[in-house]
């Protein structure tokens, strides 16, 4: 049985239908793939014109396959995958226009009534943050009318939340909003595309007072009164992983533990899914069968595990609500009900056909999350265990044997340990191309982690809980707090060892598309043939590693800058740069640690405001002059400066005869191209964060405009400087401002 080489054409469909006879249990399985296609496509494809033609093609295939193939399995399978393809598109692209709303189109600074529709505390970082509904009647600080899109989101001081702020509330407050800001850098995370599907227009923050007109329910509901109660009894990152285990809330873990979670490879255990929702199921059944016992009635007259089932699947459904309607929650919450439902029909319960159940359930309601990193992780963790143990071999090694206790545990350890290192495989292209980082050691953290939560901290976390029902509950904190510095230290110690995290620069698109492919048509064949997803794979992985590090990096503002150095690290241009752009920049450039400073290596000669390195290039010298301050420059020395230099970035706008010998990025360019990405190699490349022929619905939004003006200095920041400025550097001779050429 198999695809000959060089056969005729009638002879290799012969051997083409009798293959997919032997795989008949296994097509069914590439029903959610062939979803995902159709929304890739969409995501992929630029423009509407691309997304129409793509549908009829897909239509017109999958039609006429039926037409032809009612004998064959080949031309159903195409057919229904076309077919498949074509309603994913069309689920997207209509799930994208109705929830359409207006986005700022620019920094505005409002005073506001709005409803409070969720409240996010993120205690660790010391705020809050809020969704909410503005009502009409905005207005900016001298009294005129502003226009703000339905849904803003907002974050505040922890200090400036008043008693009553809660779901459902009336509250009026000043904010400096700013529209969704998309990717700061190639392959950066873009929000505006996450903040359009959830229907929010605008972000900022907002400032004290904050007045509540109506307040909100008590408490902010049961899912934040139960993270706070947790967060009281465990302070600390224990507490905040805590209320994650419960709720899926991770507002109070701290930002360094959770990093080390993250390298760790842990960071699964913080987002509620399959482990947990599995840990309830079970201890509810368990609870409900060892209290239905008692009724000899019960026992003697129905089918207690189909009761204890039912509650089972009460409990799941109540905990998905209770931690959000998060998309990994979804999936497993489905995944559980239907485990449950086969185990009630006497059926086999874990199998790829669950999982691929609840991936269509996910993306006929939710198609975009297909494009998001929970939604790949959680499925991809979920395919590769399944898989791994459904394969004859590994099933019949790892099944039930009649041997001594401690080769039982000996097999369990070896199997806990075979599957930490295929999730890892499975997870590593999709952490490396979202998060720009693979981990090493995770399978191994893993084996003590997983029963570590499961079996220990999940169920004195719920004891305590229940406990605390009746004032009894504070020695079982105490323990669960001594089981989580535990698994803190654990990842603390994973995360700092050498070689723990492998930095990668930004994944092409073509290669995690082929190391994907590849790797989906390993786990859902059953025949030799599989092995050909070796090709893909393999493929894909050899692209990613001959992927050449960004040697510049500009965000989308061009404010800042990192520039690769000798050794491989980057320099960043100001040393004024916000956490997350320093550690999203490293992150985009392949580099695992902190960036140095410009001014400080000796490859840079650089004054207050203006920056000029020389960067070796395959065989060449690349001179990069940038703007450090927001202070005018001569312009007759700045032009004479950028003569000298190939690439020049500023984030103001740069008069007309600055001409640098190859780039030139100033406000003006990179508020076409935004954020820009480039490689010095031989055939030096450049990447960008926009497109023009980009036409998704959050790149070109009905924009509000912004009705508040903010002082200038002057168009191109070459004018007369404001009093501020005079001020502060009357003294100072101009010529200062250039470094030495």
Known sequence: MGLPGRQTPAVAGAAIERWLEAERDQLALWLPVALGVGVTAWFVLPDPRGWTAVLLALLSLGLGALAIGRSGRLARAVGVGALAAALGLTLVWWRAERVAAPVLGGPTVARFTAIVERVEPLAARGLVRLTVVPATG????????????????INLQAEDAPAGLGAGAVVRLRARLMPPPIAAVPGAYDYARQAWFDGIGGTGRGFAPVTVVRPGAVGGGLRAALSQ?????LPGSEGGIAAALATGDVGAIGQEDSDAMRRAGLAHLLSVSGLHITAVVAATMFVMLRLLALSSWLALRTRLPLLAAIAGAAAAIGYTALTGWQVPTIRSCVAALLVLGALALGREAVTLRLVATGAIAVLLFRPEALAGPSFQLSFAAITAIVALHEQPQVAAFFGPHEEARWRQWGRGLLSLLLTGLVVEVALMPIAAYHFHRAGLYGAIANIVAIPLTTFVIMPLEAAALLFDLVGLGRPLWWLTAQTLAGLLVMARLVASAPGAVAAVPGMPGGAFGLMVAGGLWLALWRTR???????????????????????????GDARHLALRLPDGGMALLRERAGDYTQTMLAESGGVDGALTLLPDQPLARCSDDLCLADVAGSG???RVLATRSGYPVPAPELIAACRQADIVVSERWLPRGCRPRWLKLDKMVVGRTGGVAITLGTVPTVRTVLDPADRHPWRVPERLRAETRFPRRGASGYGPRSSVESTTRRDQDPRASMPQL
């Open 229 to 233: 109660h947790i967060t009281t009894q």
């Open 138 to 153: 905005a207005t900016d600080d001298r009294g005129g009318a502003v226009r703000l899109p339905p849904r803003v989101r």
């Open 529 to 555: 043939w599989r092995r050909l997803g070796l090709v893909p794979f393999a493929i894909g992985a050899g692209w990613a590693l001959m992927t050449t590090a960004p040697d510049l990096l500009v965000t």
């Open 620 to 622: 060449r010298t690349w």
